[in-house]
Structures are given as C-alpha cells and as structure tokens.
C-alpha cells in the first residue's frame, strides 16, 4: 500500500481492529481507533464535496 496519509490511517484502523477480534483494546486504543476513523469519515466527505462542486447538469431538450 502506498504511504500516503489516508492509508496510513486505514492501515492503523484495521491493525486496531485485528487486535480488537483477538484480544480486548486498551482505552487509549480504542479512542485512537475512534480519532482515526473520524479523521478519515472528515476524509471522505471532503472528497464526496470536492466531487459533488464539480457536477455540471445539463439539460437535455425535450424529445418531440
């Protein structure tokens, strides 16, 4: 995978939630988990913006 940002964070939340599937996370853990999916949440919403102000409608006319 490639070093940038996001996928470092994606690849600390699921080291995370490996370790949560075979033992119990410590409670820092588990608010760095939360931190880090928050933080790619924000991530993803930004790109679904980023890509929603660049939609241009057009209009076909109508078929007569």
């Known amino acids: ?16 939630s490996k370790k949560k599937r ?3 996370l410590e ?3 588990r608010a ?5 999916r928050q933080e790619y949440l924000s991530f993803i ?3 679904v913006k980023d890509t929603l102000s660049n939609v241009k409608v057009a ?3 109508p078929v007569q």
């Open 32 to 36: 760095e988990q939360e931190a880090l």
């Open 1 to 16: 995978m490639s070093s940038s940002p996001i996928n470092i964070i994606i690849e600390r939340i699921n080291e995370l």
């Open 22 to 24: 075979s033992t119990r």
């Open 59 to 61: 209009e076909d006319s």
């Open 45 to 47: 919403r930004e790109q």
């Open 27 to 29: 409670e820092w853990e």
